[in-house]
Nanobody, 125 residues
């Protein structure tokens, strides 16, 4: 089965940078979309960035121009480079994987969507 593990979180001052990684274990028989979400204290989980299986990348307006997502090639971890961090970026960041819905081998998996456990990012002013 697929498992995701985020790393790279930490505490930085405003204006600083962090690079998050999302390592995947388990073989993929399907193409996948990879995305990042975050959840601040007392807030709902929100979309940050996504990369589709064909390479299309999208960002939330709040991080556009500051964050850069990559999927990683040859089973390398996906990453999220976060520059010019702001206190409002403070949250737990989660990696998500969605298997392609038309993958003929979906029955090899117990689910079509997988989440990591998250990594804390704290930005101080």
């Amino acid at each position: 089965q697929v498992q995701l593990a985020e790393s790279g979180g930490g505490s930085v001052q405003a204006g600083g940078a962090l690079r998050l990684s999302c390592a995947r274990s388990g073989h993929l028989y399907c193409r996948d979309d990879r995305s990042w979400y975050r959840q601040g204290e007392g807030k709902e989980r929100e979309f940050v960035s996504g990369i589709t299986s064909d390479g299309t990348i999208t960002y939330a307006d709040s991080v556009q121009g500051r964050f850069t997502a990559s999927k990683g090639l040859n089973d390398r971890p996906a990453s999220l480079l976060m520059n010019s961090l702001k206190p409002e970026d403070t949250a737990i960041y989660y990696c998500k994987l969605d298997l392609h819905p038309r993958c003929p081998w979906l029955n090899k998996y117990s689910a079509s969507t997988y989440w990591g456990r998250g990594t804390q990012v704290t930005v101080s002013s």
